[in-house]
């Protein structure tokens, strides 16, 4: 069945840098889009990252951009977040997330939490 290993979340003070690791199995992997979403309290999960699966192109949420980078190494079935300059905005649940036309697979998450 599919399953995901998220890791690298944990407590980090402003300006700093984590970087997270989604580690999947049960889908080739290669095929699949994977993204990054991430819910803060009481708001709306939002895409943080997203990376192609044929193209390896990237987008980012513009709350992002230039501090986050999203990479993958299909020869290990992983996904990474490597996030920089932290901000105290940036706390949430940090999910993984793989996709092919309609089939979503959702990782359960890892929580990051930016504070002084």
């Known amino acids: 069945q599919v399953q995901f290993v998220e890791s690298g979340g944990g407590l980090v003070q402003p300006g700093g840098s984590l970087r997270l690791s989604c580690a999947a199995s049960?889908?080739?992997?290669?095929?699949?889009?994977m993204s990054w979403y991430r819910q803060a309290p009481g708001k709306e999960r939002e895409l943080v990252a997203r990376?192609?699966?044929?193209?390896?192109?990237?987008n980012y949420a513009d709350s992002v951009k230039g501090r986050f980078t999203i990479s993958r190494d299909n020869a290990k079935n992983t996904v990474y977040l490597q996030m920089d300059s932290l901000k105290l905005e940036d706390t949430a649940v940090y999910c993984c997330?793989?996709?092919?036309?309609?089939?979503?697979?959702w990782g359960k998450g890892t929580l990051v939490t930016v504070s002084s």
């Open positions: 997330n793989a996709r092919r036309t309609v089939i979503s697979y």
């Open positions: 049960g889908f080739i992997f290669s095929r699949y889009d």
């Open positions: 990376i192609v699966s044929t193209s390896g192109s990237t």
